[in-house]
Protein backbone atom coordinates (compact mmCIF):
# COMPACT_ATOMS: atom_id res chain seq x y z
CA UNK A 1 0.00 0.00 0.00
CA UNK A 2 1.09 3.50 -1.13
CA UNK A 3 2.66 5.85 2.20
CA UNK A 4 0.13 8.87 1.89
CA UNK A 5 2.01 10.44 4.71
CA UNK A 6 3.01 13.72 2.41
CA UNK A 7 -0.32 13.93 1.45
CA UNK A 8 -1.91 13.65 4.72
CA UNK A 9 0.68 16.29 6.10
CA UNK A 10 -0.27 19.06 3.19
CA UNK A 11 -1.07 22.29 5.00
CA UNK A 12 -4.93 22.85 3.61
CA UNK A 13 -3.83 25.86 2.35
CA UNK A 14 -2.54 24.70 -0.45
CA UNK A 15 -6.01 23.19 -1.93
CA UNK A 16 -7.59 26.25 -0.77
CA UNK A 17 -10.59 27.57 -3.08
CA UNK A 18 -13.02 30.48 -2.94
CA UNK A 19 -16.07 30.48 -1.00
CA UNK A 20 -19.56 32.32 -0.43
CA UNK A 21 -21.79 31.91 2.25
CA UNK A 22 -25.42 32.79 2.79
CA UNK A 23 -27.90 34.56 5.52
CA UNK A 24 -28.69 32.54 7.83
CA UNK A 25 -31.67 34.28 8.55
CA UNK A 26 -32.80 33.96 4.57
CA UNK A 27 -35.64 31.70 3.99
CA UNK A 28 -34.36 28.23 2.85
CA UNK A 29 -35.60 28.54 -0.78
CA UNK A 30 -32.86 31.36 -1.44
CA UNK A 31 -30.41 28.49 -0.09
CA UNK A 32 -31.99 26.22 -2.71
CA UNK A 33 -31.27 28.98 -5.33
CA UNK A 34 -27.66 30.02 -4.44
CA UNK A 35 -27.02 25.68 -4.47
CA UNK A 36 -28.30 25.83 -7.89
CA UNK A 37 -26.81 29.40 -8.94
CA UNK A 38 -23.57 27.70 -7.64
CA UNK A 39 -23.92 24.29 -8.41
CA UNK A 40 -22.90 23.24 -4.63
CA UNK A 41 -24.57 20.79 -2.27
CA UNK A 42 -23.81 22.81 0.64
CA UNK A 43 -23.78 26.56 1.90
CA UNK A 44 -21.62 27.57 5.07
CA UNK A 45 -23.41 30.49 7.37
CA UNK A 46 -21.41 32.67 9.48
CA UNK A 47 -22.85 33.34 13.04
CA UNK A 48 -21.36 35.27 15.29
CA UNK A 49 -18.18 33.31 16.02
CA UNK A 50 -19.36 30.23 14.85
CA UNK A 51 -19.81 29.03 11.34
CA UNK A 52 -22.60 26.70 10.41
CA UNK A 53 -23.62 24.26 7.25
CA UNK A 54 -26.18 23.58 5.00
CA UNK A 55 -26.28 20.30 3.63
CA UNK A 56 -28.70 19.52 0.09
CA UNK A 57 -29.75 16.98 2.73
CA UNK A 58 -30.59 18.66 5.21
CA UNK A 59 -33.32 20.18 2.26
CA UNK A 60 -34.71 17.24 1.87
CA UNK A 61 -36.76 17.43 5.30
CA UNK A 62 -37.88 20.65 5.75
CA UNK A 63 -41.82 21.27 4.29
CA UNK A 64 -42.05 24.68 3.51
CA UNK A 65 -39.18 26.14 1.94
CA UNK A 66 -40.01 30.05 1.45
CA UNK A 67 -41.05 30.31 5.27
CA UNK A 68 -38.67 28.01 6.60
CA UNK A 69 -35.46 29.99 8.22
CA UNK A 70 -31.74 28.34 7.21
CA UNK A 71 -30.78 28.95 10.94
CA UNK A 72 -33.21 26.14 11.89
CA UNK A 73 -32.01 23.36 10.17
CA UNK A 74 -28.25 24.41 9.65
CA UNK A 75 -25.66 22.82 11.98
CA UNK A 76 -22.05 24.13 13.49
CA UNK A 77 -19.19 22.69 12.11
CA UNK A 78 -15.19 23.11 13.06
CA UNK A 79 -12.94 25.91 11.73
CA UNK A 80 -9.90 25.12 10.07
CA UNK A 81 -6.82 27.05 9.87
CA UNK A 82 -4.30 27.14 7.28
CA UNK A 83 -2.13 25.24 9.28
CA UNK A 84 -4.53 21.98 9.19
CA UNK A 85 -3.22 19.55 7.43
CA UNK A 86 -5.33 17.55 4.64
CA UNK A 87 -5.51 14.44 6.80
CA UNK A 88 -7.52 16.83 9.58
CA UNK A 89 -9.66 18.09 6.77
CA UNK A 90 -10.81 14.63 5.63
CA UNK A 91 -11.22 13.16 9.08
CA UNK A 92 -13.55 15.69 10.48
CA UNK A 93 -15.54 16.02 6.65
CA UNK A 94 -15.61 11.74 6.83
CA UNK A 95 -16.87 11.94 10.14
CA UNK A 96 -19.54 14.72 9.83
CA UNK A 97 -20.79 13.29 6.31
CA UNK A 98 -20.12 17.08 4.72
CA UNK A 99 -18.29 17.72 1.55
CA UNK A 100 -16.30 20.63 2.66
CA UNK A 101 -14.63 22.89 5.65
CA UNK A 102 -14.26 26.76 6.10
CA UNK A 103 -10.57 27.86 6.22
CA UNK A 104 -10.19 30.78 8.72
CA UNK A 105 -7.43 33.30 9.38
CA UNK A 106 -7.29 35.51 12.06
CA UNK A 107 -11.10 34.89 12.53
CA UNK A 108 -11.55 36.12 8.35
CA UNK A 109 -12.90 33.68 6.10
CA UNK A 110 -10.49 32.76 3.90
CA UNK A 111 -11.32 29.72 1.40
CA UNK A 112 -12.74 26.29 1.93
CA UNK A 113 -11.35 22.83 1.06
CA UNK A 114 -13.36 20.42 -0.38
CA UNK A 115 -13.62 17.04 -0.39
CA UNK A 116 -13.05 16.69 -4.51
CA UNK A 117 -10.04 18.65 -4.24
CA UNK A 118 -8.55 16.48 -1.31
CA UNK A 119 -9.53 13.48 -4.04
CA UNK A 120 -8.23 15.00 -6.24
CA UNK A 121 -4.84 15.99 -5.05
CA UNK A 122 -4.86 12.17 -3.80
CA UNK A 123 -5.18 10.57 -7.32
CA UNK A 124 -2.03 12.22 -8.35
CA UNK A 125 -0.62 9.09 -6.58
CA UNK A 126 -0.66 5.65 -7.68
CA UNK A 127 -3.60 4.39 -5.80
CA UNK A 128 -3.10 0.66 -5.98
CA UNK A 129 -6.21 -2.21 -5.97
CA UNK A 130 -9.67 -2.53 -7.18
CA UNK A 131 -12.45 -0.26 -5.87
CA UNK A 132 -13.94 -3.10 -4.51
CA UNK A 133 -11.50 -2.69 -1.26
CA UNK A 134 -12.78 1.52 -1.18
CA UNK A 135 -16.41 1.08 -2.15
CA UNK A 136 -19.53 0.92 0.19
CA UNK A 137 -20.76 -2.41 -0.48
CA UNK A 138 -24.13 -3.62 -0.55
CA UNK A 139 -26.10 -0.37 -1.31
CA UNK A 140 -29.56 0.05 -0.56
CA UNK A 141 -31.73 -0.13 -3.64
CA UNK A 142 -35.09 0.82 -5.03
CA UNK A 143 -37.50 -0.73 -7.55
CA UNK A 144 -38.01 1.82 -10.67
CA UNK A 145 -41.82 2.40 -9.76
CA UNK A 146 -41.37 3.22 -6.07
CA UNK A 147 -42.56 6.91 -5.24
CA UNK A 148 -40.41 9.63 -4.70
CA UNK A 149 -41.15 9.70 -0.77
CA UNK A 150 -39.53 6.32 -0.03
CA UNK A 151 -36.54 7.63 -1.53
CA UNK A 152 -36.17 10.73 0.39
CA UNK A 153 -37.37 9.09 3.68
CA UNK A 154 -34.22 6.74 2.89
CA UNK A 155 -31.66 9.45 1.90
CA UNK A 156 -32.95 11.21 5.43
CA UNK A 157 -32.41 8.03 7.59
CA UNK A 158 -29.26 6.58 6.47
CA UNK A 159 -27.83 10.26 5.56
CA UNK A 160 -27.00 9.31 2.10
CA UNK A 161 -27.34 11.39 -1.29
CA UNK A 162 -27.91 8.80 -3.92
CA UNK A 163 -29.99 5.92 -4.53
CA UNK A 164 -29.43 2.93 -7.21
CA UNK A 165 -32.89 1.88 -9.09
CA UNK A 166 -33.73 -1.16 -10.56
CA UNK A 167 -36.06 -2.13 -13.13
CA UNK A 168 -36.76 -6.65 -12.87
CA UNK A 169 -33.50 -6.67 -11.05
CA UNK A 170 -30.87 -4.91 -12.70
CA UNK A 171 -29.54 -1.15 -12.62
CA UNK A 172 -31.71 1.09 -14.22
CA UNK A 173 -30.74 4.49 -13.20
CA UNK A 174 -29.86 6.64 -9.80
CA UNK A 175 -32.33 9.06 -8.05
CA UNK A 176 -30.00 11.31 -5.83
CA UNK A 177 -31.30 14.18 -3.50
CA UNK A 178 -30.08 17.21 -5.80
CA UNK A 179 -33.11 15.99 -8.05
CA UNK A 180 -35.65 15.72 -5.10
CA UNK A 181 -34.56 19.32 -3.64
CA UNK A 182 -34.31 20.81 -7.02
CA UNK A 183 -37.56 19.29 -9.05
CA UNK A 184 -39.82 18.08 -5.98
CA UNK A 185 -39.79 20.39 -3.00
CA UNK A 186 -42.57 23.51 -3.62
CA UNK A 187 -41.70 26.57 -4.59
CA UNK A 188 -38.48 25.14 -7.17
CA UNK A 189 -38.90 24.93 -10.73
CA UNK A 190 -41.12 22.29 -11.33
CA UNK A 191 -41.36 22.89 -15.24
CA UNK A 192 -37.52 21.74 -15.28
CA UNK A 193 -38.22 18.03 -15.65
CA UNK A 194 -42.19 18.39 -16.81
CA UNK A 195 -45.06 16.62 -17.28
CA UNK A 196 -45.88 15.63 -13.61
CA UNK A 197 -47.82 18.36 -12.68
CA UNK A 198 -50.78 17.52 -13.24
CA UNK A 199 -53.10 14.46 -14.99
CA UNK A 200 -51.98 10.99 -12.96
CA UNK A 201 -49.14 13.12 -10.65
CA UNK A 202 -51.33 15.74 -9.56
CA UNK A 203 -51.57 15.67 -5.97
CA UNK A 204 -48.73 15.04 -3.11
CA UNK A 205 -45.21 15.92 -5.10
CA UNK A 206 -43.45 13.09 -2.96
CA UNK A 207 -46.09 10.47 -4.47
CA UNK A 208 -44.86 10.73 -8.07
CA UNK A 209 -42.74 7.39 -9.23
CA UNK A 210 -38.65 7.68 -9.36
CA UNK A 211 -38.52 7.07 -12.99
CA UNK A 212 -39.63 10.54 -13.22
CA UNK A 213 -36.81 12.19 -11.17
CA UNK A 214 -34.16 9.58 -11.57
CA UNK A 215 -31.01 10.31 -13.48
CA UNK A 216 -31.33 9.35 -16.98
CA UNK A 217 -27.66 8.64 -17.81
CA UNK A 218 -26.09 6.81 -14.62
CA UNK A 219 -22.58 6.92 -13.52
CA UNK A 220 -20.69 3.16 -12.94
CA UNK A 221 -17.71 1.27 -13.14
CA UNK A 222 -17.15 -2.56 -13.03
CA UNK A 223 -16.09 -4.37 -9.76
CA UNK A 224 -12.55 -4.66 -11.06
CA UNK A 225 -11.81 -1.27 -12.16
CA UNK A 226 -8.90 0.41 -10.34
CA UNK A 227 -9.63 4.03 -8.26
CA UNK A 228 -8.11 6.05 -10.42
CA UNK A 229 -10.53 4.63 -13.36
CA UNK A 230 -13.56 5.26 -11.25
CA UNK A 231 -12.33 9.05 -10.36
CA UNK A 232 -12.05 9.59 -13.77
CA UNK A 233 -15.36 8.29 -14.52
CA UNK A 234 -17.20 10.53 -12.13
CA UNK A 235 -15.09 13.37 -13.19
CA UNK A 236 -15.92 12.72 -16.59
CA UNK A 237 -19.83 12.57 -15.82
CA UNK A 238 -19.67 15.70 -13.42
CA UNK A 239 -21.24 13.36 -10.97
CA UNK A 240 -20.30 12.85 -7.04
CA UNK A 241 -21.03 8.77 -7.13
CA UNK A 242 -20.08 5.75 -8.93
CA UNK A 243 -22.46 2.53 -8.48
CA UNK A 244 -20.29 -0.71 -8.78
CA UNK A 245 -21.37 -3.26 -10.86
CA UNK A 246 -20.65 -7.27 -11.58
CA UNK A 247 -22.22 -7.71 -14.97
CA UNK A 248 -25.43 -6.22 -14.16
CA UNK A 249 -25.35 -6.86 -10.83
CA UNK A 250 -25.00 -3.90 -8.47
CA UNK A 251 -22.44 -4.63 -5.49
CA UNK A 252 -21.73 -1.01 -4.10
CA UNK A 253 -21.64 2.70 -4.22
CA UNK A 254 -18.43 4.75 -4.37
CA UNK A 255 -18.38 8.47 -3.21
CA UNK A 256 -15.24 10.53 -2.33
CA UNK A 257 -16.02 10.15 1.26
CA UNK A 258 -15.54 6.24 -0.02
CA UNK A 259 -11.54 7.86 -1.00
CA UNK A 260 -11.34 9.60 1.96
CA UNK A 261 -10.87 6.96 3.74
CA UNK A 262 -7.48 6.53 3.07
CA UNK A 263 -6.06 10.04 4.79
CA UNK A 264 -8.62 9.68 7.48
CA UNK A 265 -6.24 10.31 11.12
CA UNK A 266 -6.25 7.10 13.08
CA UNK A 267 -9.40 6.82 15.18
CA UNK A 268 -11.50 4.56 17.25
CA UNK A 269 -14.35 2.65 14.59
CA UNK A 270 -15.99 -0.24 16.46
CA UNK A 271 -19.64 -1.35 17.14
CA UNK A 272 -21.11 -1.73 20.80
CA UNK A 273 -24.18 -3.85 20.45
CA UNK A 274 -23.73 -3.25 16.74
CA UNK A 275 -23.80 0.47 17.04
CA UNK A 276 -21.24 2.28 15.07
CA UNK A 277 -18.70 4.30 17.71
CA UNK A 278 -16.52 6.93 16.33
CA UNK A 279 -14.00 8.96 18.13
CA UNK A 280 -11.92 11.80 16.33
CA UNK A 281 -8.70 12.61 18.22
CA UNK A 282 -8.04 9.71 20.44
CA UNK A 283 -5.25 10.30 22.94
CA UNK A 284 -1.66 9.22 21.65
CA UNK A 285 -0.89 8.06 24.97
CA UNK A 286 -2.29 4.69 25.07
CA UNK A 287 -3.46 4.55 28.90
CA UNK A 288 -5.49 7.79 27.71
CA UNK A 289 -6.74 6.32 24.33
CA UNK A 290 -8.05 2.75 26.19
CA UNK A 291 -9.63 4.76 29.03
CA UNK A 292 -11.51 6.74 26.56
CA UNK A 293 -12.36 3.74 24.21
CA UNK A 294 -14.03 2.30 27.59
CA UNK A 295 -15.49 5.19 28.97
CA UNK A 296 -17.13 5.95 25.40
CA UNK A 297 -18.13 2.58 25.14
CA UNK A 298 -20.16 2.28 28.68
CA UNK A 299 -21.66 5.70 26.95
CA UNK A 300 -22.78 4.46 24.03
CA UNK A 301 -24.52 1.69 25.73
CA UNK A 302 -26.15 3.51 27.67
CA UNK A 303 -27.48 5.27 24.61
CA UNK A 304 -28.32 2.34 22.52
CA UNK A 305 -30.23 0.70 25.59
CA UNK A 306 -32.78 3.38 25.48
CA UNK A 307 -33.49 3.72 21.68
CA UNK A 308 -32.90 1.26 19.24
CA UNK A 309 -33.28 3.33 16.33
CA UNK A 310 -29.94 5.35 17.16
CA UNK A 311 -27.29 4.53 14.49
CA UNK A 312 -24.46 6.63 15.36
CA UNK A 313 -22.36 7.93 17.98
CA UNK A 314 -19.92 9.77 17.76
CA UNK A 315 -16.84 12.12 19.71
CA UNK A 316 -14.89 14.76 18.94
CA UNK A 317 -11.62 15.57 20.98
CA UNK A 318 -9.52 19.02 20.17
CA UNK A 319 -6.72 19.80 22.30
CA UNK A 320 -5.51 23.08 23.35
CA UNK A 321 -3.17 24.46 26.03
CA UNK A 322 -3.99 26.42 29.27
CA UNK A 323 -3.10 29.82 29.20
CA UNK A 324 -1.60 29.93 33.03
CA UNK A 325 -0.42 26.28 33.77
CA UNK A 326 0.25 25.04 30.18
CA UNK A 327 -1.39 22.02 31.26
CA UNK A 328 -3.07 19.89 27.99
CA UNK A 329 -6.83 21.37 28.19
CA UNK A 330 -8.98 19.36 26.39
CA UNK A 331 -12.48 19.80 24.88
CA UNK A 332 -14.99 17.04 23.96
CA UNK A 333 -17.84 17.03 22.04
CA UNK A 334 -20.72 13.92 21.24
CA UNK A 335 -23.15 13.78 19.35
CA UNK A 336 -25.71 10.89 18.71
CA UNK A 337 -27.75 10.69 15.90
CA UNK A 338 -30.73 8.49 15.51
CA UNK A 339 -33.71 8.89 12.28
CA UNK A 340 -36.13 11.04 14.19
CA UNK A 341 -33.95 12.95 16.98
CA UNK A 342 -30.16 14.08 17.46
CA UNK A 343 -28.27 14.65 21.27
CA UNK A 344 -25.23 16.84 21.37
CA UNK A 345 -23.13 17.51 24.61
CA UNK A 346 -19.64 19.37 25.04
CA UNK A 347 -17.64 19.57 28.05
CA UNK A 348 -13.86 20.91 28.74
CA UNK A 349 -11.25 20.74 31.26
CA UNK A 350 -7.84 18.82 31.99
CA UNK A 351 -8.44 15.68 32.68
CA UNK A 352 -10.12 13.10 30.12
CA UNK A 353 -11.29 10.71 32.93
CA UNK A 354 -13.50 13.49 34.44
CA UNK A 355 -14.67 15.08 30.70
CA UNK A 356 -16.37 11.76 30.00
CA UNK A 357 -17.43 11.08 33.98
CA UNK A 358 -19.59 14.47 32.58
CA UNK A 359 -20.54 13.22 29.75
CA UNK A 360 -21.92 10.13 31.12
CA UNK A 361 -24.01 11.77 33.36
CA UNK A 362 -25.51 14.10 30.54
CA UNK A 363 -26.08 10.74 28.93
CA UNK A 364 -27.78 9.04 31.95
CA UNK A 365 -29.88 12.00 32.86
CA UNK A 366 -30.76 12.95 28.68
CA UNK A 367 -31.98 8.91 28.63
CA UNK A 368 -33.73 9.25 31.93
CA UNK A 369 -35.64 12.16 30.69
CA UNK A 370 -36.60 11.05 27.07
CA UNK A 371 -37.79 7.59 28.60
CA UNK A 372 -39.63 9.79 31.05
CA UNK A 373 -41.87 11.93 28.22
CA UNK A 374 -42.40 8.65 25.80
CA UNK A 375 -44.07 7.12 29.06
CA UNK A 376 -46.48 10.42 29.59
CA UNK A 377 -47.03 10.58 25.93
CA UNK A 378 -48.08 6.82 24.62
CA UNK A 379 -51.54 6.62 24.11
CA UNK A 380 -51.55 3.00 22.48
CA UNK A 381 -49.66 -0.02 23.61
CA UNK A 382 -48.50 -0.89 20.12
CA UNK A 383 -47.32 2.84 19.30
CA UNK A 384 -44.51 4.72 20.20
CA UNK A 385 -45.19 8.03 20.77
CA UNK A 386 -42.96 10.31 18.82
CA UNK A 387 -41.10 13.69 21.32
Same mark, same amino acid.
Given at each position: ??????????????????????????????????????????????? @?? =?? !? *????????? /???? $???????????????????????????????????????????????????????????????????????????????????????????????????????? @?? =?? !? *????????? /???? $????????????????????????????????????????????????????????????????????????????????????????????????????????????????????????????????????????????????????????????????????????????????????????????????????????
Amino acid at each position: MINFDSLKKTPVSELLMPVKTVNPSEPVSRVIGFMKENNVLEAFCEA @KE =KT !A *IVTIRDLLD /VKNI $TKTKTSTIMSFIPRLSPSNTVSDAATLMFFYRIRSLPVYEDSKLTGQITLQSIVERLMTFDVDGRIGSLMTPNPICLEYSEPVSKARSMMIRRKIDQIPILKDG @KL =KS !A *ITSTAIVFN /VLPG $TDRGRKGGWRGGKHEGSRLDIPIYDFAEPDVTTNDVKDAPREVFDTMIRNGTNYSIILNYDEVQGIVTYRDFARLLVNPRVEQAVDNLPMYIVGLPEDPFDAELVRTKFGRIAQVFKRSDKEINEIRAVIKKGEGPATRRKRYEVKVFVNSPIRQHSYSSSGFELADIFDRVESWAKSTVARYGARIKRTRVDAGLLAKE
